[in-house]
């Protein structure tokens, strides 16, 4: 079955840097975009940073822009997010998630058929 599965997060000062993983499993991701979206608590899922499978098209949103960086590595079938200058706001759990190409969104939730349970960032002043 399809399985995703977060790691990396932790606590870190205002400043400082993260790298988190999502290692993806039990299927072939090459018609698939992979995405990252946060949530902190009584907030809507947030979309952070989404990359295609295949063709490493990236998108961002203005938010995290010039700070974070999406990457994948297809050997690995493992998806990056390094997280640099983070500040307070950054504060959430991160989701990794994998939707179809051929759903039209890659910046909202119903863009993504599978997630994983999710690894807690925070980020202290």
């Known amino acids: 079955q399809v399985q995703l599965v977060e790691s990396g997060g932790g606590s870190v000062q205002a400043g400082g840097s993260l790298r988190l993983s999502c290692a993806a499993s039990?299927?072939?991701?090459?018609?698939?975009?992979m995405g990252w979206f946060r949530q902190a608590p009584g907030k809507e899922r947030e979309f952070v940073a989404a990359?295609?499978?295949?063709?490493?098209?990236?998108y961002y949103p203005d938010s995290v822009k010039g700070r974070f960086t999406i990457s994948r590595d297809n050997a690995k079938n493992t998806v990056y997010l390094q997280m640099n200058s983070l500040k307070p706001e950054d504060t959430a759990i991160y989701y990794c998630a994998a939707g179809r190409l051929s759903v039209a969104s890659s910046t909202t939730t119903r863009g993504y058929d599978y997630w994983g349970q999710g690894t807690q960032v925070t980020v202290s002043s």
């Open positions: 039990g299927r072939t991701f090459i018609n698939y975009r």
């Open positions: 990359i295609t499978w295949s063709g490493g098209n990236l």
